[in-house]
């Protein structure tokens, strides 16, 4: 009966969120557009290296290109989104998208890869905008367990991909595997464009008929609850923590420990798979006990797993600490972005709609600000000292995060619907 009940509260959650066409759009072309970004990711730090003569400092100047992006154009993407509408700017932001793989596709050398990192940097204009429409089309009393429904959808992919990736990889090589996926990538932008033109619809509505200014004032950041302040610090720090290995984590599992690429796309399915089946029941937990408890497990599991992938070797322990892994994933709060379900529900909670856009994309610059060259740190530790260090650096570093977050932020009642 036990079991009944819960099948039947998830079926009710799955028919209330998906209800909303906004949510439906976002999730089919989201989730279409990581199927094909999970195909090639894996392997995307060795293609660079072996077929566009990348150094592993090279990988994080790349990294430090795309994210130095979100500092130009997320806080401006937040502001424009409060002021004017979602709908508008997340239709522009993914036709910017397109062009990203275009130019990876076409670059005969990783310097002509950068390009394309400034493109898809320039489509985190729209970030902002796509994190309101989310929370605004959610069911307020759900939305912990809403944003665990799309965060599911959007994540089957990461089951599928990766282990067609590694196949096609072995079986027809680095080179030709990664190109057949960022061909297919672009044919799910351009389709993703279709599907959200007709099916997107508008969440703000300015009552009054007074739009929020177009440049922030210190009065709007004054009036924001204490807690919106230290969770930006916590986003810095964890921010800077993942990036130092964000993107080494796989070519140190296929150039150190010796994974091979079909291993590694099984691994990363089977974590895909972890991190999915968890997402809505912890999405259900933090609607009633709380987003703090389940953030908290979620800035704990990253750093301890990062340091544990430094001192395993073989398939099944690297299988076991990546799946260890997706479970603080899947609680969210935790990673090179913070997100997930419980950090965006509370944010929703606590920050007024007029503002969220902005919010976000406050979130997004000052953290993209320190972020932005701790890949290359990354890359440097690797190269000069050895490749565990920057996974050991990092995981001191995401720990002090989740101090920050436990001592420093106080769960309130919700303030804002």
Excluded at 301 to 319: D, H, N, R
């Amino acid at each position: 009966m036990e079991r009944k009940g819960r099948l039947e509260e998830y079926y009710s959650i799955f028919k209330d969120v998906f209800s909303n066409k906004n949510i439906m759009a976002i999730s089919v072309t989201v989730a279409l557009w990581g199927m094909m970004g999970q195909g090639y990711r894996p392997f995307w730090a060795l293609y660079l290296q072996n077929y566009l003569g990348a150094s592993i400092t090279d990988i994080g100047i790349f990294s430090m290109i795309a994210t130095a992006e979100s500092l130009l154009f997320q806080l401006p993407g937040g502001l424009i989104a409060d002021r004017y509408g979602r709908r508008k700017l997340i239709l522009a932001g993914t036709v910017f998208r397109t062009l990203g793989p275009v130019f990876y596709l076409m670059a005969p050398s990783w310097e002509w890869v950068i390009p394309g990192a400034m493109v898809a940097g320039m489509t985190s204009l729209y970030m902002p905008a796509f994190n309101a429409i989310i929370a605004e089309s959610l069911p307020s009393e759900r939305r912990g367990s809403g944003y665990g429904v799309y965060n599911t959808i959007t994540r089957i992919p990461s089951i599928i991909a990766p282990l067609l990736g590694g196949l096609l990889v072995d079986t027809y090589g680095l080179y030709r595997g990664v190109r057949v996926f960022l061909m297919l990538q672009i044919g799910a932008s351009i389709l993703g464009i279709i599907i959200r033109f007709f099916n997107l619809k508008e969440t703000v509505v300015h009552r009054t008929g007074k739009r929020p200014p177009i440049l922030p004032k210190a009065q709007t950041f004054k009036e924001l609850p204490r807690p919106i302040f230290i969770m930006i610090i916590v986003s810095i720090i964890g921010s800077f923590s993942g990036r130092l290995v964000f993107d080494y984590i796989n070519l140190y599992a296929l150039d150190i420990i010796k994974i091979t690429p079909t291993n590694l796309g099984i691994i990363t399915s089977i974590a895909g798979l972890v991190q999915m089946v968890l997402t809505l029941p912890s999405g259900i937990l933090s609607d009633k006990y709380g987003r703090k408890n389940n953030i908290m497990v979620s800035r704990v599991i990253a750093p301890v797993t990062q340091y544990f992938m430094t001192s395993v070797s073989g398939f099944t322990p690297y299988m076991l600490v990546m799946s260890v892994n997706a479970v603080g994933l899947a609680f969210g709060g935790g990673g090179v972005r913070a997100g997930g379900s419980a950090w965006n529900a509370l944010i929703a909670d606590i920050v007024p709609s007029h503002k969220r856009a902005t919010v976000n994309g406050v979130i997004g610059t000052l953290t993209a600000v320190v972020a932005a060259p701790s890949s290359v740190l990354g890359g440097w530790l690797w190269e000069t000292f050895y490749p565990q260090l920057p996974f050991q650096l990092s995981a001191v570093i995401g720990l002090v995060a989740a101090a920050v977050f436990w001592f420093g932020v106080h769960e309130p009642e919700k303030v804002f619907e």
